[in-house]
């Protein structure tokens, strides 16, 4: 009887989410988008660390300070040009003397000065303001103005591209699954979860690392946050294709003692990120985001995302988050590989014999991980689900692929 999986959303799972339900996200170590939900108060020399490196402090900030930063920064500038215009004006007696030969050309009031300094620094011209020969400290002003104006032009635009090209920006184009998932894989209990990109154009290399996060609170107010690696089986991919982050729960993983009853009353965070270069402009990146036991789905899997057709792989974005109820048993890596070596020892044959009672045959069936296939698609035709099972795929109509293709498993 051919055994079906059932697409769901992460959403609905049943029983998905623990006793208390998940963290809020102001209650996480690492936000869900990936920022740290850290506040720092009564930083050494803070202000000073902000005018040492203010160039960096300007890229950081929003971009509504950006804006008015932006705009003071001209409108300062000809506001303290043209007060010094109108004083060497108001000094030189152009303001009463209107037949006196002035220091700048119809410069005879305020506005007019300021008219002048805005005219001079952003280069426009009109032709009735103009300087003379009459006054050196007009003339050395106005070089200095200049000068100054050529900075400021430099310094904005510097910033205004540098916040426009920011790595956080290409971050948000490489995200994770919603949910981490917990299922067989080989034989053993794995945590997964998936990582894409969203661009079409790909990434160079990438290198993804994953930590258990745990804070404890102590009656006294200390704070204890402590972090765990967790061996990645294949840290380093090239992400052409939305890939799947394998955990495997060996007796060095701090999850190897965990059960799906004991998850549910776990209070950690997954802390998961991938460094990564990115192919168009050779900038180095990092997306993260955090899993708590809630987002954590035990007995799970992603469904498949790939198909093949007779020109190219098709990558269906809308499965990025779906997953599939599989057999897991609900018992901890370390119970579930002790019973294995049970069932292996001499005293119980590895294979069913005769003599077995239907209830273990059932059991070793239950423990095989679900095989999944990639199908080849016609271009004209809809595209099929992935097939579960070897006498499925042999009922479709596929077209020859080469033995290392047809014979791939995801």
Not at 143 to 150: A, E, N
Request: charged share 20%.
């Amino acid at each position: 009887m051919q055994k079906q999986y059932t697409s769901v959303s992460c959403t609905d799972v049943i029983g998905a989410k623990t006793e208390n339900g998940p963290k809020p996200n102001n209650y996480r170590y690492v936000r869900k988008e990936g920022n740290c939900n850290i506040v720092f108060r009564h930083g050494p020399e803070e202000w000073l660390l902000f005018i040492t490196d203010i160039f960096t402090s300007l890229v950081e900030i929003r971009w509504r300070v950006m804006f008015l930063i932006f705009t003071l920064s001209y409108i300062l500038s000809w506001l303290f040009f043209g007060i010094l215009y109108w004083v060497i004006a108001l000094v030189h007696g152009d303001i009463k003397d209107e037949t006196n030969d002035p220091c700048v050309y119809e410069v005879r009031s305020f506005t007019a000065a300021f008219l002048f300094s805005l005219e001079t620094q952003t280069t426009i011209g009109y032709g009735f303001r103009g300087m003379s020969e009459n006054c050196m400290i007009a003339i050395i002003l106005v070089t200095i103005q200049d000068v100054l104006s050529c900075f400021i032009d430099t310094f904005v635009i510097g910033i205004v591209v540098a916040k426009m090209a920011s790595a956080k920006k290409r971050a948000q184009t490489v995200g994770f699954s919603n949910y981490a998932v917990v299922n067989l894989r080989d034989g053993y209990l794995c945590l997964s979860w998936r990582v894409g990109d969203f661009r079409r154009n790909h990434l160079v290399e990438g290198t993804a690392r994953a930590q258990i996060v745990r804070s404890t609170v102590h009656t006294t107010g200390k704070v204890d946050v402590t972090h765990k690696d967790l061996a990645i089986q294949q840290p380093d991919i090239v992400l052409v294709t939305p890939t799947i982050i394998f955990h495997r729960i060996e007796p060095s993983s701090p999850l190897y003692k965990i059960s799906l009853v004991d998850l549910r009353k776990a209070d950690f965070e997954l802390v998961v990120s991938f460094t990564y270069t990115d192919d168009t402009t050779g900038m180095l990146h990092q997306t993260r985001t955090s899993y708590t036991p809630g987002e954590i789905l035990w007995g799970q899997m992603f469904q498949e995302m790939i198909r093949v057709s007779r020109r190219h792989y098709k990558v269906d974005y809308n499965l990025f988050n779906q997953t599939a109820k599989v057999l897991v048993p609900e018992v901890s890596s370390e119970e579930y590989e002790h019973k294995m070596k049970l069932q292996c020892s001499p005293k119980h044959s590895p294979r069913p014999s005769p003599r077995s009672s239907p209830t273990q045959q059932n059991q070793a069936k239950l423990l095989k991980p679900p095989m999944v296939t990639v199908e080849l698609v016609s271009d004209s035709h809809p595209e099929p689900h992935a097939s579960t099972s070897q006498a499925d795929s042999q009922h479709q109509d596929t077209l020859p692929l080469p033995n290392d293709l047809a014979n791939t498993e995801i």
